[in-house]
């Protein structure tokens, strides 16, 4: 590889990765099966402890997307029959501390300034939530699962999966919203899809093109420099 070659090849892997971000308006403009099958082609090149491979993905689309989307939807809505739903795993700590919840409030505030939603308009931050079941209109909608046997390394090493899934959707010219707020109505997605009781639901993703009109889409998040998080020892 020469070095001009190199050199370009960084810059596409660069750009895919720092272009990602979650994105909260799609388009209808369908994807390709085949296209999703490469994403995912890819994606399996994730490293995994011993080569486990713990992954599992359901993709939907059509009519299957829309049923699971509006029964999720009606039990989101229904206060008393949104109670019963609860994670199956802690995804955020249970004692918020800074810098963590500094940053959760920013981007959320961000968000909602962009869409006009003031700090006490309940309503519409319920259906702004509830806009995750549609995955935000995005034409395919993925659901990750994980075998409850596996343990925390493995939930690493999905980590990396998730990531992979979006550079690889990104080298393609689509976007994608990783969405841990489907872990609530778990009890929903297993019967909807027929999942094994071994099959645990990790969280959701929408893929699709992003809305270039949608002022949501313009949210793009901060990040910490690399001298606040990392410390070089010689």
Not at 64 to 74: F, G, H, T
Not at 95 to 109: A, L
């Amino acid at each position: 590889m020469t070095d001009t070659t190199a050199t370009q090849a960084v810059a596409i892997v660069d750009a895919a990765i720092t272009s990602r971000r979650s994105i909260r308006a799609f388009l209808d403009t369908p994807v390709p099966q085949d296209t999703i099958v490469d994403i995912l082609r890819v994606a399996a090149r994730a490293p995994s402890g011993t080569n486990t491979q713990p992954w599992k993905v359901h993709v939907l689309t059509g009519a299957a997307k829309e049923r699971l989307s509006a029964a999720i939807q009606a039990a989101f809505d229904d206060p008393a029959e949104r109670a019963t739903h609860s994670e199956q795993y802690a995804y955020y700590p249970t004692e918020w501390r800074s810098p963590y919840i500094d940053r959760r409030r920013k981007v959320g505030w961000d968000l909602y300034g962009l869409l006009g939603i003031g700090k006490t308009d309940k309503e519409r931050m319920h259906a702004q939530h509830g806009r995750n079941y549609a995955f935000f209109d995005a034409p395919v909608g993925l659901i990750f699962t994980i075998d409850r046997v596996m343990q925390q390394g493995s939930w690493l090493d999905y980590g990396m999966f998730l990531q992979s899934v979006m550079v690889a959707a990104r080298a393609r010219g689509l976007d994608t919203c990783p969405q841990a707020a489907f872990t609530q109505f778990h009890r929903i997605i297993e019967q909807q899809l027929g999942l094994g009781a071994d099959e645990m639901v990790v969280c959701g993703m929408s893929l699709g093109h992003a809305d270039p009109d949608a002022i949501e889409n313009t949210l793009v998040t901060e990040r910490e420099p690399v001298e606040g998080f990392a410390r070089f020892h010689a």
